[in-house]
């Protein structure tokens, strides 16, 4: 008798372990007929593709119109369709991608992977990536490894590469992988009233669309281990440094540590802020016109860095051609030139320096931008001139006047060569 119900108990904890979690309907829990519940149905009517990459099936929605793409990176719990609101909004002026990370992806490589592969398919260079939490960490990720194709970056309630957050989940990560499904939606349950929603002010929204959020254990695993992937980044490299970034937090947060919010913004000095106020961890969905007005005014801002790099490309072309046409739309012409010569300061006014140049073709110029640093409108710029047999250095001041850029001085020096 004993072995039987031994035998029924181990078969009951079998069954139990191997139930999996059930998604609830989110027009069965919120029964309010506003605009986002609208806007969701609506959304759900639209089609979604689907990619395979590297054996994994990836479901992304794209749509919108406008000349600029975003894409939206979805946080450990979520999906393609946490953004409807976004997309709702952003569709159409821009063309907007949204995917849902496939459950077998397990690090950060597999994901920028994928993420190429729908760029690819979509024909879609350049792009401002909006991450939160996780996808904030992934495009952090894609900034370091696509800088020449990130345009702008958004990192919204998210976190830097760290060790805080493998440290104080050590035992729980060591544990999870035994524990039945149930019992980890079941704690995941308890953190969502406990912890998450009243962050949010216990939004009826968000209360309704968090459980109908898929779930298993093995993407809950994966998707912790992406978050546990450690790289590093260099903020300070030019690539990277042009690159305009939003940070956007919650000062209650309760899945970001006030630590990793503040490691955050030292690692990206540059990067603006804008700090939400009690708004928990998922402002996009409980405060959606707020985080769309930032969202916004953030993409449409001209980026200082391109519009300096134009002068500094204009200047690259000119030198390449010998335009003094073009030469002189770059510079300020009562600007000055300076550099070394037997060991003193020789000064080169602009109108020799103009004679020099007019119609002195360069096509096998190499030019190179190395460094800029903006300051109100005020810029400092470094290049590099590679001629077939000598290499400058130019350390350029600009000046902003009239929505444009122009060089007001120009101090150069000749690199030594392995025959000098």
């Given at each position: 008798m004993k072995t039987k119900v031994f035998l029924i108990i181990i078969i009951v904890l079998i069954i139990i372990y191997f139930i999996p979690v059930q998604s609830k309907n989110f027009f069965d829990l919120y029964h309010k007929k506003d605009s986002a519940a609208q806007s969701l149905s609506e959304f759900y009517k639209r089609p979604t593709k689907t990619l395979m990459i590297n054996g994994n099936e990836w479901k992304y929605y794209v749509g919108g119109k406008g000349n600029k793409t975003i894409l939206f990176i979805h946080g450990m719990g979520g999906a393609y369709d946490l953004w409807w609101q976004q997309i709702k909004e952003f569709e159409n002026d821009f063309k907007v991608i949204s995917y849902t990370l496939p459950e077998n992806v397990d690090n950060l490589n597999d994901a920028l992977e994928g993420i190429k592969a729908i760029l690819k398919k979509e024909n879609v260079d350049k792009?401002?990536?909006?991450?939160?939490?996780?996808?904030?960490?992934?495009?952090?990720?894609?900034?370091?490894?696509?800088?020449?194709?990130?345009?702008?970056?958004?990192?919204?309630?998210?976190?830097?590469?760290?060790?805080?957050?493998?440290?104080?989940?050590?035992?729980?990560?060591?544990?999870?992988?035994?524990?039945?499904?149930?019992?980890?939606?079941?704690?995941?349950?308890?953190?969502?009233?406990n912890k998450i929603l009243p962050a949010a002010q216990n939004d009826s929204l968000l209360?309704?669309?968090?459980?109908?959020?898929?779930?298993?254990?093995?993407?809950?695993?994966?998707?912790?281990?992406?978050?546990?992937?450690?790289?590093?980044?260099?903020?300070?490299?030019?690539?990277?440094?042009?690159?305009?970034?939003?940070?956007?937090?919650?000062?209650?947060?309760?899945?970001?540590?006030?630590?990793?919010?503040k490691e955050l913004k030292a690692l990206y000095p540059d990067a603006q802020v804008y700090t939400f106020h009690k708004a928990g961890h998922f402002p996009y969905i409980n405060r959606a016109d707020e985080y769309n007005r930032v969202l916004r005014k953030f993409l449409e801002s001209p980026n200082p860095?391109?519009?300096?790099?134009?002068?500094?490309?204009?200047?690259?072309?000119?030198?390449?051609?010998?335009?003094?046409?073009?030469?002189?739309?770059?510079?300020?012409?009562?600007?000055?030139?300076?550099?070394?010569?037997?060991?003193?300061?020789?000064?080169?006014?602009?109108?020799?320096?103009?004679?020099?140049?007019?119609?002195?073709?360069?096509?096998?110029?190499?030019?190179?931008?190395?460094?800029?640093?903006?300051?109100?409108?005020?810029?400092?710029?470094?290049?590099?001139?590679?001629y077939h047999e000598n290499s400058y250095l130019d350390f350029l001041n600009l000046i902003k006047a009239q929505n444009n850029w122009k060089i007001v001085n120009k101090n150069f020096t000749k690199l030594k060569s392995q025959n000098d």
């Open positions: 792009f401002y990536a909006v991450g939160t939490s996780m996808g904030g960490y992934i495009t952090q990720y894609l900034v370091k490894n696509m800088p020449d194709r990130v345009e702008k970056a958004v990192f919204g309630n998210t976190f830097p590469p760290n060790d805080e957050i493998r440290k104080e989940n050590k035992v729980k990560a060591q544990i999870i992988p035994y524990l039945p499904e149930m019992l980890i939606g079941y704690f995941g349950n308890k953190s969502l009233q209360a309704a669309f968090l459980p109908t959020l898929p779930f298993s254990k093995k993407q809950f695993i994966n998707r912790y281990r992406v978050v546990i992937d450690f790289f590093t980044i260099n903020p300070s490299v030019y690539q990277i440094k042009r690159i305009p970034k939003l940070i956007m937090e919650s000062d209650n947060d309760p899945l970001i540590s006030p630590n990793l919010r860095y391109q519009q300096v790099e134009k002068t500094l490309n204009n200047y690259f072309e000119a030198r390449k051609k010998g335009n003094l046409n073009l030469m002189k739309k770059v510079f300020y012409e009562p600007s000055l030139l300076f550099t070394t010569e037997n060991d003193t300061i020789k000064t080169i006014g602009i109108n020799q320096y103009f004679q020099m140049i007019d119609g002195n073709k360069n096509p096998n110029l190499k030019t190179r931008i190395l460094n800029v640093s903006i300051q109100n409108n005020m810029a400092f710029a470094k290049t590099l001139f590679e």
